[in-house]
């Protein structure tokens, strides 16, 4: 090559570079840097001194390589791909002039916002989301009058099947407990109460055992109640069964069969061929809402020196003013909840700026208990309810026949009673089965004499619990009953 000949030719904007550099000479090159638009890529980072020309990054200079943050308008980063929402706290600048916040951080949000910066508060959480106006839902055929709270649905009607009474067995008796049996449940209710003392329990002398027998009847009757409701769900791309499926089943139509019988259950189900895309009532499909904690200001008074960006101290024998180390003397510092940006994801949408809306259907498994209790002894009533005895009676069936054989004729006519209530209590469901049962539950009154004094106490249940509330050591040595 001559060494005469220059290296660039007549026309200053095209430029020949020597052989060996394919992508372009190395950096620093270029004294003033290099003419507009010869790195498609965008110059390596930190190549332009003073900063790039305008236009010269096509898709974006890379994050924080604006000092004083992006111009208004401008997402940092780069602008999201079409239906991309940014993260809680993100934000898009919307322009305008909105406050400035700490760290130069404009807020994004421009509707109504406080005066002044509110309070610092780390406890405040987003508003609930409303349901969206139930003028914008579609009309589906025999769901017209529904809305968002859920309404019970009554269940079809049908005719019962022709039951005849069921062939019972006779009830059988129980065995009862002897004085030895008396004595040492009584001991080990001592033991379980540590003030009580042992000596009477173990001296006791018994004067009679009368026994006798509790009776609890108790009937299930466990029944399904449907209600259904709009529900709505942010609409991220999933398949959506709408009308153009067909037309929706009706509430009782729909197959759902409850995991066991006899217990409280619950389940959700989409109604098919009821759901649809709409747009987001809670951010006008902006996919972004106001702040809650900084109310759309960004930025929040500062909580250590109550925004008087100085703090009093005693120092020397003196009060003097020492900038607050919180706010760098602001008074005022960035909201940790938006960053400053002044506006959080919507909590209804999730940023996807659509919501799913469809039909739910409401499911409830109830299992609904009534009994009736005979003992005709002081013993409380309630003390027979949970403890062991002899299942001297069990029917299951769809509609069971109230007991007419039982021994206690008060038990019979508290079966007539409830399985009567039963039939008709329920207006709002389906009732699924039923069962009944009596438990006998042994009963024994000892008495018995100590010290000169006639006392008596109860052993009742397979399981021997006692009752004795006039047990006379109740309170050994030593301890002082407050």
Known sequence: MDEKQPLLGSDPNKMSYPQGYPGGPPAGQYPGGPPAGQYPGGPPQGQYPGGPPAGQYPGGPPAGQYPAGPPAGQYQGGPPPAGQYPPQGQGYPAGGAPPVGPEGIQAQWQGDMPEQDVDDNPNAAPAQPSAPPLEKMDTVAGYQNIGFDGSALPPPSYEEAVREPPQRAEIAGLPRIDENEARQALLDFVAENCCYGKGAAQSLHFKDLVHSSAFHYTLETFGEGRSTAWAFTPYSGQPIDGPHNGPAPGPWDIDAKPPSLFQNQKAEIEVPHTASVKPCHNCMAMGRIRCHRCFGRGRVRCSSCAGRGHKTVYRNGEHEHERCHWCHGDGRRRCT?????????????????QLKCYIKLTILWTNHLQDHIVERTALPDHLIRNVQGQIAFQEQQPRVWPINHFPDSEINNASQRIVNQHASAFPSERLLMQR?????????????????????????GFDKKVYAPTYPQQCCCGCTVL
């Open 337 to 353: 909840t938006c960053n400053g940006f002044g506006m959080i994801t919507c909590v209804s949408c999730q940023g996807h700026c």
């Open 436 to 460: 009944h049962q009596v438990r006998i539950i042994p009963v024994t009154q000892a008495y018995y004499k100590w010290k000169g004094e006639d006392k008596d106490y109860f052993v009742y």
